[in-house]
């Protein structure tokens, strides 16, 4: 039966490579998911914003 | 129309599909996630590179996906120069940004790992330059789709400029091998299989799936947001008229 691989976090002097190359991707794919994640929250508040916004049956381009 | 692409074309089907689906990719993508690097940081060091060897759990992945999300940017930008399809445009438009971020990741990640490696942090050789002009596309495009106010002019004007970079992907691909390189050559995607031992093999896939799954609940999540953001902006109108 296998058993699961064990991490080994000990990259040496190779630190200064391995350590950034990891951060600066978690950084990114948070920063893509959070933008995402905003940019659709900011529209679709607006796209639902309040009860006085005028049907726009006609007038949308993305409505069916 | 082209068969597959009907979502594109329906605004109203797309909303219901991606409301269920950006989830559950977003969910498969925190496990896979979790998998992979879990699995990555558990492989032995490599003979030649060292620990090095695990920069490629994030750099290989990232580099496909430039090329995979540029490809899909540039099949949305063709349904929407021609066929017109609804979110075609707002498909490629969201694709963007998010090809960006994965091109500058390639890059950087690559720099980090070829510093120990060759010895320097950036060489212009084929592939790197490339890949390089591959971001700057990028940048372009989404610089042209802001620089117009005319949405359907910009749609389309940017939409020229993704086909003709789409000339681009190929070069990347056989950088390595048309030209000498720094760059090592292919090792995944050849002839009698994967030169890659499946020690590496096995985290490298399950990175690369889950960067996919990561970029295919984003990618739904700002086509969702460009709809919005065109229904927000039909209702501004529509009240300004009335």
Redesign the interface.
């Known amino acids: 039966m296998s058993h699961l691989p064990i991490p080994n976090l000990e990259v040496g002097r190779y630190a200064a490579f391995v350590w950034p190359a990891y951060a600066l991707s978690a950084l990114a794919l948070l920063w893509m998911l959070a933008d995402s994640l905003l940019r659709a929250r900011r529209w679709r508040r607006e796209a639902e914003a309040g009860p006085q916004a005028a049907p726009v049956a006609s007038t949308d381009p993305t409505a069916q | 129309m082209i068969p597959g692409t009907k979502f594109l074309a329906?605004?109203?089907r797309f909303m219901a599909v991606s409301r269920w689906l950006a989830p559950v990719l977003g969910a498969l993508a925190a496990v896979l996630l979790a998998v992979g690097l879990?699995?990555g940081?558990?492989v032995p060091d490599d003979y030649q590179q060292?620990?090095?060897v695990?920069?490629m759990f994030?750099?290989l992945p990232?580099a496909f996906m430039s090329m995979i999300v540029y490809a899909l940017l540039a099949i949305a930008s063709f349904l929407g120069l021609v066929f017109r399809h609804?979110?075609a445009d707002a498909a490629a438009k969201s694709a963007a940004?998010?090809g960006a971020?994965?091109t500058?990741?390639a890059l950087?990640?690559g720099s980090?790992?070829g510093?120990?490696m060759w010895g320097t942090w950036w060489v212009w050789d084929a592939r790197l330059t490339s890949e390089l002009v591959l971001l700057l596309i990028y940048l372009g495009y989404m610089a042209l789709h802001a620089a117009l106010d005319d949405e359907t002019k910009a749609a389309r004007a940017a939409a020229i400029l993704a086909l003709v970079g789409l000339a681009n992907l190929p070069v990347i691909h056989f950088s390595v091998t048309w030209w000498n390189s720094l760059h090592q050559g292919e090792s995944i995607f050849v002839k009698g299989g994967p030169k890659l031992s499946a020690v590496y093999l096995w985290p490298l896939g399950i990175m690369f799936l889950a960067y996919l799954a990561?970029f295919g609940a984003?990618w739904l999540?700002?086509i969702?947001?460009?709809?919005?953001?065109?229904?927000?902006g039909?209702?501004a109108?529509?009240?300004a008229m009335?």
């Open positions: 329906n605004p109203a879990w699995t940081m558990a060292g620990a090095t695990r920069i994030v750099h990232a609804a979110l940004p998010l971020a994965f500058a990741l950087i990640t980090l790992w510093r120990p990561l984003l999540v700002r969702r947001g460009e709809v919005w953001r065109k229904r927000a039909a209702r109108m529509a009240r009335a």
